[in-house]
Protein backbone atom coordinates (compact mmCIF):
# COMPACT_ATOMS: atom_id res chain seq x y z
CA UNK A 1 0.00 0.00 0.00
CA UNK A 2 0.90 3.51 -0.24
CA UNK A 3 1.46 5.90 2.47
CA UNK A 4 -2.34 8.08 1.70
CA UNK A 5 -3.71 4.66 1.90
CA UNK A 6 -3.03 3.37 5.95
CA UNK A 7 -3.45 6.69 7.46
CA UNK A 8 -7.00 5.69 9.21
CA UNK A 9 -5.05 2.72 10.72
CA UNK A 10 -2.28 4.41 11.40
CA UNK A 11 -4.17 6.90 13.13
CA UNK A 12 -6.45 4.43 15.34
CA UNK A 13 -3.16 2.73 16.71
CA UNK A 14 -1.45 5.76 17.68
CA UNK A 15 -4.55 6.84 19.64
CA UNK A 16 -4.50 3.94 20.73
CA UNK A 17 -1.06 2.91 21.62
CA UNK A 18 0.01 6.98 21.74
CA UNK A 19 3.27 6.44 20.34
CA UNK A 20 4.80 4.82 17.24
CA UNK A 21 8.11 4.24 16.10
CA UNK A 22 8.72 4.61 12.82
CA UNK A 23 11.55 3.28 10.12
CA UNK A 24 12.62 5.44 6.56
CA UNK A 25 14.12 3.78 4.31
CA UNK A 26 15.31 5.10 0.87
CA UNK A 27 17.77 4.28 -2.44
CA UNK A 28 20.67 7.10 -3.08
CA UNK A 29 20.42 8.47 -6.03
CA UNK A 30 17.48 6.45 -7.51
CA UNK A 31 16.41 8.79 -9.92
CA UNK A 32 19.31 8.98 -11.74
CA UNK A 33 19.45 4.84 -11.49
CA UNK A 34 16.32 4.97 -13.41
CA UNK A 35 17.37 7.72 -15.74
CA UNK A 36 20.58 5.21 -16.52
CA UNK A 37 18.62 2.14 -16.61
CA UNK A 38 15.29 2.01 -17.05
CA UNK A 39 11.73 2.57 -15.70
CA UNK A 40 11.22 -1.43 -15.84
CA UNK A 41 14.57 -2.27 -14.04
CA UNK A 42 13.95 0.34 -11.52
CA UNK A 43 10.72 -1.02 -10.27
CA UNK A 44 12.10 -4.23 -10.50
CA UNK A 45 14.32 -2.92 -7.96
CA UNK A 46 11.65 -1.28 -5.49
CA UNK A 47 9.69 -4.52 -5.57
CA UNK A 48 12.03 -6.54 -3.92
CA UNK A 49 12.45 -3.94 -1.13
CA UNK A 50 8.60 -3.71 -0.62
CA UNK A 51 8.92 -8.00 -0.60
CA UNK A 52 11.59 -7.79 1.28
CA UNK A 53 10.10 -5.43 3.81
CA UNK A 54 7.29 -7.20 3.87
CA UNK A 55 9.03 -10.47 4.41
CA UNK A 56 10.07 -9.23 8.25
CA UNK A 57 6.73 -9.37 9.39
CA UNK A 58 6.78 -11.88 12.08
CA UNK A 59 10.59 -11.60 12.20
CA UNK A 60 12.10 -7.94 12.73
CA UNK A 61 8.69 -6.64 12.97
CA UNK A 62 4.71 -7.75 14.66
CA UNK A 63 2.39 -8.81 12.39
CA UNK A 64 0.30 -5.74 13.24
CA UNK A 65 3.28 -3.45 11.65
CA UNK A 66 2.67 -1.43 8.59
CA UNK A 67 4.74 -0.96 5.63
CA UNK A 68 4.28 1.61 2.89
CA UNK A 69 5.84 2.96 -0.02
CA UNK A 70 5.46 6.57 -0.75
CA UNK A 71 4.12 6.21 -4.35
CA UNK A 72 3.40 4.50 -7.48
CA UNK A 73 7.02 5.35 -8.58
CA UNK A 74 8.51 6.40 -5.05
CA UNK A 75 12.04 5.79 -4.42
CA UNK A 76 11.32 5.59 -0.17
CA UNK A 77 9.55 3.27 2.04
CA UNK A 78 8.68 3.22 5.32
CA UNK A 79 7.47 1.00 8.64
CA UNK A 80 5.43 1.71 11.33
CA UNK A 81 6.13 -0.21 14.48
CA UNK A 82 2.96 -0.24 16.86
CA UNK A 83 4.13 -2.38 19.74
CA UNK A 84 7.81 -1.13 21.44
CA UNK A 85 10.16 -4.07 21.77
CA UNK A 86 9.42 -7.10 24.53
CA UNK A 87 9.91 -5.67 28.10
CA UNK A 88 10.18 -1.82 27.28
CA UNK A 89 7.26 0.76 27.82
CA UNK A 90 8.21 3.09 25.35
CA UNK A 91 10.08 3.33 21.96
CA UNK A 92 13.91 4.18 22.49
CA UNK A 93 15.68 5.75 19.09
CA UNK A 94 18.70 3.01 20.02
CA UNK A 95 15.74 0.43 19.82
CA UNK A 96 14.65 1.87 15.95
CA UNK A 97 18.25 2.48 14.97
CA UNK A 98 19.34 -0.98 15.92
CA UNK A 99 16.11 -2.35 13.89
CA UNK A 100 16.65 0.37 11.11
CA UNK A 101 20.46 -1.32 10.64
CA UNK A 102 19.45 -4.39 10.77
CA UNK A 103 16.81 -3.64 8.19
CA UNK A 104 18.98 -1.85 5.78
CA UNK A 105 21.60 -4.04 5.68
CA UNK A 106 19.61 -6.87 4.48
CA UNK A 107 18.13 -4.32 2.24
CA UNK A 108 20.78 -3.32 0.69
CA UNK A 109 21.89 -7.27 -0.02
CA UNK A 110 18.83 -7.82 -1.76
CA UNK A 111 18.54 -4.86 -4.04
CA UNK A 112 21.96 -5.69 -5.33
CA UNK A 113 21.88 -8.96 -5.92
CA UNK A 114 18.87 -8.01 -7.91
CA UNK A 115 20.66 -5.39 -9.91
CA UNK A 116 23.46 -7.89 -10.77
CA UNK A 117 20.06 -10.23 -12.48
CA UNK A 118 19.15 -6.91 -14.25
CA UNK A 119 22.93 -5.98 -15.28
CA UNK A 120 22.85 -3.11 -13.16
CA UNK A 121 26.69 -2.70 -13.73
CA UNK A 122 26.50 -0.38 -10.30
CA UNK A 123 26.92 -0.64 -6.63
CA UNK A 124 23.26 0.70 -5.05
CA UNK A 125 23.36 2.06 -2.02
CA UNK A 126 20.65 2.27 0.99
CA UNK A 127 19.78 4.94 3.56
CA UNK A 128 17.66 4.37 6.62
CA UNK A 129 16.23 7.16 9.15
CA UNK A 130 14.35 6.78 12.41
CA UNK A 131 12.22 8.71 14.25
CA UNK A 132 9.05 7.89 17.06
CA UNK A 133 5.69 9.28 16.72
CA UNK A 134 3.70 10.80 19.09
CA UNK A 135 -0.07 11.05 19.29
CA UNK A 136 -1.01 14.69 19.20
CA UNK A 137 -4.87 15.27 18.75
CA UNK A 138 -4.43 18.97 17.90
CA UNK A 139 -2.37 17.78 14.80
CA UNK A 140 -4.29 15.64 11.72
CA UNK A 141 -2.66 12.30 11.07
CA UNK A 142 -1.10 13.33 7.44
CA UNK A 143 0.85 16.48 9.34
CA UNK A 144 2.20 13.42 11.78
CA UNK A 145 3.35 11.24 9.36
CA UNK A 146 4.65 14.35 7.18
CA UNK A 147 6.66 15.37 10.18
CA UNK A 148 8.03 11.66 10.97
CA UNK A 149 8.95 11.34 7.24
CA UNK A 150 10.81 14.59 7.09
CA UNK A 151 12.42 14.26 10.39
CA UNK A 152 13.88 10.27 9.55
CA UNK A 153 14.63 11.23 6.44
CA UNK A 154 16.97 14.53 7.61
CA UNK A 155 18.60 11.85 9.82
CA UNK A 156 19.12 9.05 7.54
CA UNK A 157 21.01 11.97 5.80
CA UNK A 158 23.32 13.55 8.65
CA UNK A 159 24.06 9.71 9.09
CA UNK A 160 25.50 9.31 6.04
CA UNK A 161 27.22 12.66 6.21
CA UNK A 162 28.74 12.39 9.32
CA UNK A 163 30.01 8.78 8.27
CA UNK A 164 32.00 9.92 5.49
CA UNK A 165 32.99 12.74 7.79
CA UNK A 166 34.60 10.60 10.55
CA UNK A 167 36.04 8.29 7.63
CA UNK A 168 37.60 11.18 5.84
CA UNK A 169 38.51 13.56 9.02
CA UNK A 170 40.19 10.31 10.58
CA UNK A 171 42.49 9.64 6.88
CA UNK A 172 43.04 13.68 7.24
CA UNK A 173 44.68 13.63 10.86
CA UNK A 174 45.85 9.85 10.78
CA UNK A 175 48.60 11.08 7.66
CA UNK A 176 50.35 13.87 9.08
CA UNK A 177 49.87 12.67 12.64
CA UNK A 178 51.76 9.21 11.06
CA UNK A 179 54.57 11.53 9.50
CA UNK A 180 55.30 13.83 12.14
CA UNK A 181 55.25 11.02 14.48
CA UNK A 182 58.05 8.72 12.18
CA UNK A 183 60.25 11.65 11.81
CA UNK A 184 60.25 12.43 15.06
CA UNK A 185 61.55 8.87 16.56
CA UNK A 186 63.88 8.78 13.60
CA UNK A 187 65.62 12.25 15.25
CA UNK A 188 65.05 11.06 18.30
CA UNK A 189 67.17 7.74 17.61
CA UNK A 190 69.86 9.58 16.56
CA UNK A 191 69.48 11.28 13.13
CA UNK A 192 69.94 14.59 14.46
CA UNK A 193 73.73 13.93 14.17
CA UNK A 194 73.46 14.84 10.62
CA UNK A 195 72.80 18.37 10.17
CA UNK A 196 71.54 18.50 6.48
CA UNK A 197 68.73 15.83 7.28
CA UNK A 198 67.78 16.99 10.59
CA UNK A 199 66.53 20.48 8.81
CA UNK A 200 64.90 18.72 5.71
CA UNK A 201 63.15 16.66 8.28
CA UNK A 202 61.96 19.37 10.40
CA UNK A 203 60.73 21.01 7.47
CA UNK A 204 58.32 18.02 6.65
CA UNK A 205 57.40 18.06 9.92
CA UNK A 206 56.62 21.79 9.88
CA UNK A 207 54.73 20.91 6.58
CA UNK A 208 52.38 18.18 8.05
CA UNK A 209 51.48 20.68 11.78
CA UNK A 210 50.43 23.12 9.41
CA UNK A 211 48.29 20.67 7.21
CA UNK A 212 46.86 19.68 10.61
CA UNK A 213 46.14 23.45 11.50
CA UNK A 214 44.85 24.37 7.97
CA UNK A 215 42.21 21.27 8.92
CA UNK A 216 41.24 22.27 12.72
CA UNK A 217 40.51 26.01 10.90
CA UNK A 218 38.01 24.37 8.30
CA UNK A 219 36.06 22.59 11.06
CA UNK A 220 35.98 25.70 13.12
CA UNK A 221 34.59 27.84 10.09
CA UNK A 222 32.51 24.82 9.09
CA UNK A 223 31.16 24.85 12.72
CA UNK A 224 30.75 28.68 13.45
CA UNK A 225 28.77 28.78 9.73
CA UNK A 226 27.01 26.00 11.22
CA UNK A 227 25.66 27.94 13.66
CA UNK A 228 24.95 31.27 11.93
CA UNK A 229 27.87 32.89 13.34
CA UNK A 230 30.00 34.23 10.03
CA UNK A 231 31.26 37.72 11.19
CA UNK A 232 31.47 39.69 7.24
CA UNK A 233 34.19 42.79 8.25
CA UNK A 234 32.37 44.82 4.89
CA UNK A 235 34.52 47.47 3.34
CA UNK A 236 34.95 49.42 -0.24
CA UNK A 237 36.76 46.85 -2.29
CA UNK A 238 38.42 46.78 -5.57
CA UNK A 239 37.22 43.77 -7.00
CA UNK A 240 39.14 43.71 -10.09
CA UNK A 241 42.69 43.66 -8.01
CA UNK A 242 41.22 41.49 -5.65
CA UNK A 243 40.96 38.54 -8.92
CA UNK A 244 44.06 39.94 -10.26
CA UNK A 245 45.60 39.38 -7.21
CA UNK A 246 44.60 36.16 -6.63
CA UNK A 247 45.37 34.97 -10.24
CA UNK A 248 49.10 35.92 -9.74
CA UNK A 249 48.82 33.88 -6.60
CA UNK A 250 48.25 30.30 -8.03
CA UNK A 251 49.46 31.18 -11.38
CA UNK A 252 53.51 29.50 -10.62
CA UNK A 253 50.91 26.93 -9.43
CA UNK A 254 49.21 26.52 -12.61
CA UNK A 255 52.65 26.68 -14.51
CA UNK A 256 53.94 23.93 -12.91
CA UNK A 257 51.13 21.85 -14.59
CA UNK A 258 51.57 23.77 -17.71
CA UNK A 259 48.06 25.19 -17.25
CA UNK A 260 47.74 28.37 -18.63
CA UNK A 261 45.51 31.13 -16.63
CA UNK A 262 43.15 33.41 -19.10
CA UNK A 263 41.76 36.35 -16.73
CA UNK A 264 39.20 38.67 -18.41
CA UNK A 265 39.08 41.95 -16.26
CA UNK A 266 37.17 45.01 -17.25
CA UNK A 267 39.08 48.16 -17.85
CA UNK A 268 37.57 49.87 -14.80
CA UNK A 269 35.55 48.40 -11.81
CA UNK A 270 33.22 50.14 -9.23
CA UNK A 271 34.21 50.33 -5.70
CA UNK A 272 31.57 46.84 -4.21
CA UNK A 273 30.91 46.37 -0.66
CA UNK A 274 32.50 42.74 0.68
CA UNK A 275 34.70 41.16 3.33
CA UNK A 276 38.23 41.24 0.97
CA UNK A 277 39.88 38.36 3.15
CA UNK A 278 36.06 36.12 2.66
CA UNK A 279 35.90 36.63 -0.91
CA UNK A 280 39.36 36.06 -1.35
CA UNK A 281 39.49 32.91 0.87
CA UNK A 282 35.86 31.73 -1.88
CA UNK A 283 37.79 32.36 -5.03
CA UNK A 284 41.29 31.13 -4.09
CA UNK A 285 39.24 27.55 -3.25
CA UNK A 286 37.31 28.03 -7.13
CA UNK A 287 40.43 28.79 -8.84
CA UNK A 288 42.71 26.11 -6.71
CA UNK A 289 40.04 23.29 -7.66
CA UNK A 290 40.35 24.72 -11.12
CA UNK A 291 43.85 23.82 -11.14
CA UNK A 292 43.64 20.81 -9.62
CA UNK A 293 41.00 19.18 -11.37
CA UNK A 294 42.57 20.07 -14.48
CA UNK A 295 45.06 17.73 -17.12
CA UNK A 296 48.54 19.10 -18.14
CA UNK A 297 48.33 21.81 -21.38
CA UNK A 298 44.92 23.07 -20.39
CA UNK A 299 42.74 26.35 -19.63
CA UNK A 300 41.74 28.35 -16.87
CA UNK A 301 39.66 30.80 -17.35
CA UNK A 302 38.48 33.53 -14.46
CA UNK A 303 36.11 36.53 -15.56
CA UNK A 304 34.99 39.55 -13.52
CA UNK A 305 32.26 41.43 -14.67
CA UNK A 306 29.50 43.51 -13.34
CA UNK A 307 25.72 44.68 -14.08
CA UNK A 308 23.96 47.51 -12.02
CA UNK A 309 22.70 45.06 -9.54
CA UNK A 310 25.81 42.11 -9.03
CA UNK A 311 29.46 41.63 -9.22
CA UNK A 312 30.15 38.13 -10.94
CA UNK A 313 33.38 36.56 -11.25
CA UNK A 314 33.59 33.10 -13.15
CA UNK A 315 36.30 30.36 -13.02
CA UNK A 316 35.82 27.59 -15.59
CA UNK A 317 38.38 24.57 -16.26
CA UNK A 318 38.93 22.43 -19.15
CA UNK A 319 38.97 19.04 -16.38
CA UNK A 320 37.28 15.84 -15.70
CA UNK A 321 34.19 17.67 -14.92
CA UNK A 322 31.52 16.50 -12.26
CA UNK A 323 28.78 13.69 -13.05
CA UNK A 324 25.07 14.97 -13.11
CA UNK A 325 24.19 13.00 -10.17
CA UNK A 326 26.68 14.25 -8.22
CA UNK A 327 26.21 18.23 -9.36
CA UNK A 328 23.23 18.64 -6.39
CA UNK A 329 25.97 17.50 -3.60
CA UNK A 330 28.99 19.24 -4.73
CA UNK A 331 28.31 22.07 -2.15
CA UNK A 332 27.71 19.95 0.78
CA UNK A 333 29.18 19.36 3.85
CA UNK A 334 31.60 16.90 4.17
CA UNK A 335 30.95 15.70 0.59
CA UNK A 336 33.84 14.87 -1.77
CA UNK A 337 32.86 13.66 -5.72
CA UNK A 338 33.55 9.96 -6.50
CA UNK A 339 36.06 7.89 -4.49
CA UNK A 340 38.98 7.67 -7.32
CA UNK A 341 38.94 11.52 -7.67
CA UNK A 342 38.93 11.61 -3.65
CA UNK A 343 41.90 9.65 -3.23
CA UNK A 344 43.87 11.18 -6.51
CA UNK A 345 43.19 14.78 -5.67
CA UNK A 346 42.84 14.93 -1.69
CA UNK A 347 41.01 17.13 0.07
CA UNK A 348 38.28 17.68 2.66
CA UNK A 349 35.48 17.87 1.24
CA UNK A 350 35.09 21.08 3.39
CA UNK A 351 36.43 23.99 0.69
CA UNK A 352 33.12 24.26 -1.15
CA UNK A 353 30.91 23.82 1.67
CA UNK A 354 32.47 26.42 3.41
CA UNK A 355 32.87 28.64 0.27
CA UNK A 356 28.99 28.73 -0.38
CA UNK A 357 28.27 29.48 3.62
CA UNK A 358 30.86 32.73 2.93
CA UNK A 359 28.73 33.42 -0.25
CA UNK A 360 25.18 33.61 0.92
CA UNK A 361 26.77 35.07 4.09
CA UNK A 362 27.08 38.11 1.51
CA UNK A 363 23.38 37.44 -0.16
CA UNK A 364 25.12 36.22 -3.12
CA UNK A 365 24.79 32.81 -4.97
CA UNK A 366 27.87 30.68 -5.62
CA UNK A 367 26.29 27.80 -8.45
CA UNK A 368 28.01 25.41 -10.80
CA UNK A 369 27.45 23.63 -14.10
CA UNK A 370 29.47 21.09 -15.55
CA UNK A 371 29.98 18.55 -18.61
CA UNK A 372 31.39 15.17 -17.35
CA UNK A 373 34.58 14.50 -18.91
CA UNK A 374 34.73 18.40 -20.37
CA UNK A 375 34.95 20.86 -17.48
CA UNK A 376 33.33 22.82 -15.18
CA UNK A 377 31.87 26.07 -14.35
CA UNK A 378 31.56 27.97 -10.95
CA UNK A 379 29.94 31.19 -10.94
CA UNK A 380 29.91 33.42 -7.81
CA UNK A 381 27.53 36.18 -8.01
CA UNK A 382 27.82 39.09 -5.94
CA UNK A 383 24.88 41.97 -4.82
CA UNK A 384 25.49 45.84 -4.59
CA UNK A 385 25.33 45.96 -1.16
CA UNK A 386 23.07 49.36 -1.72
CA UNK A 387 21.83 49.85 2.60
CA UNK A 388 25.86 49.67 3.64
CA UNK A 389 26.36 52.40 5.77
CA UNK A 390 30.15 51.78 6.39
CA UNK A 391 30.06 51.35 10.11
CA UNK A 392 31.83 48.24 9.14
CA UNK A 393 34.58 49.19 7.19
Given at each position: ?F ?8 A??L ?20 D???K ?5 I ?45 F ?15 L ?5 D ?16 Y ?11 S ?9 A ?13 V ?35 L ?15 DL ?15 S ?18 A ?9 D ?67 D ?10 T ?43 D ?6
Open positions: PIPDILDKVSEKARHQAGFLYFDVVDFLSIRKYGAKSEELEAIRSTLLGQKGRLFRDEDLVASGGAASDFFVVFLFAPPRRKEAATSDLKLIATRVSQKHNVMNRAVELSINERLEMRSGTVIDHDPELPIRLVYEARKEALKSRLDEIMVTFANVSHELRTPLTCIKGYTETLLEGAMEDPELTKRWGTIYTEAQRLERLIKLDISMMEADQVDLSLKCDLRALVQHTVSVLTPRESQNIKIHLLPESAPDWILDHDRISQVLLNLIDNAIKYSNTDTNVHVRLYFSAERATIEVQDEGSGIKEAELAKIFRFYRVEESRARFGGRGLGLAIAKHLVDAHGGELSVTSVFGEGSKFTMALPRQLWDGDDE
